[in-house]
């Protein structure tokens, strides 16, 4: 075996861990509630505090998302994480709701939480996206964000809050990969938060964040095909 057949097969393995969900949950708090004593967020220091927060909460909705029954669990996460990439992304404040979010969530005594390897593998940031959005801005009335594997969570919301702190309205959602890394199908996707409008692809823009892109764009762009030539006037 090749080195990088090695690599390929580290990256993609199932890494899990099962952890204690309210120690999880506990630990953001903390870390959300130390940013609120935070008046300047522009310092580095804060920015680094923020990336914590965010990758954080990315992990734990990507938990509660593949936990049966943790929808709407999962969903308050969301929401979490979406606001965390908007700070971090320029907003540079954090609205009030937030923590009460966090307050009033229950989650699981255990959770397997997959590890974000993808972010040491590709030695990536998630202000990255934001770097490449910049230098490649998008026009669009509005746009749909697709997540894919854990740490397409933290970058799908990344990707969303460029787009809403230009004034485009944008949703996400995420998906998780089944079947044999090298051999993902389109009916292999599962997407979380399937009531969104990011999940009906047929009126706007479909960006996919996270390790397996390329599998996931095979499946988006058949769907998109026939989105198109159901409604030739609309772009997918």
Request: glycine share 6%.
């Amino acid at each position: 075996m090749s080195s990088s057949d090695s690599w390929n097969l580290l990256v993609f393995r199932d890494g899990r861990r099962v952890l204690n969900g309210p120690e999880l949950l506990g630990t953001l708090r903390e870390n959300l509630n130390a940013l609120y004593s935070i008046s300047d967020f522009s310092l580095l220091s804060t920015r680094e505090r923020l990336t914590e927060a965010l990758l954080r909460s990315g992990e734990l909705e990507c938990s509660l998302a593949d936990h049966e029954g943790c929808h709407r669990a999962a969903d308050i996460l969301a929401r979490t994480t979406d606001q965390l990439a908007i700070a971090l992304s320029g907003q540079l404040k954090l609205p009030s709701p937030i923590l009460d979010n966090i307050n009033a969530l229950d989650v699981p005594e255990l959770l397997a939480v997959p590890i974000p390897e993808g972010f040491c593998y590709y030695a990536l940031h998630p202000l990255d996206y934001i770097d490449l959005l910049n230098e490649n801005p998008l026009s669009a009335p509005a746009a749909a964000v697709v997540g894919i594997r854990s740490i397409g969570a933290t970058l799908s919301a990344v990707v969303r809050a460029w787009f809403e702190l230009r004034g485009i309205p944008a949703d996400r959602i995420t998906v998780r990969p089944s079947g044999h890394p090298f051999d993902r199908s389109g009916s292999s996707w599962r997407a979380t938060r399937p009531h969104s409008p990011a999940a009906k692809l047929t009126t706007q823009i479909v960006i996919a964040a996270g390790a397996e892109s390329g599998y996931a764009l095979d499946s988006l762009q058949n769907h998109c095909a026939e989105a198109h030539a159901a409604h030739p006037n609309r772009r997918c």
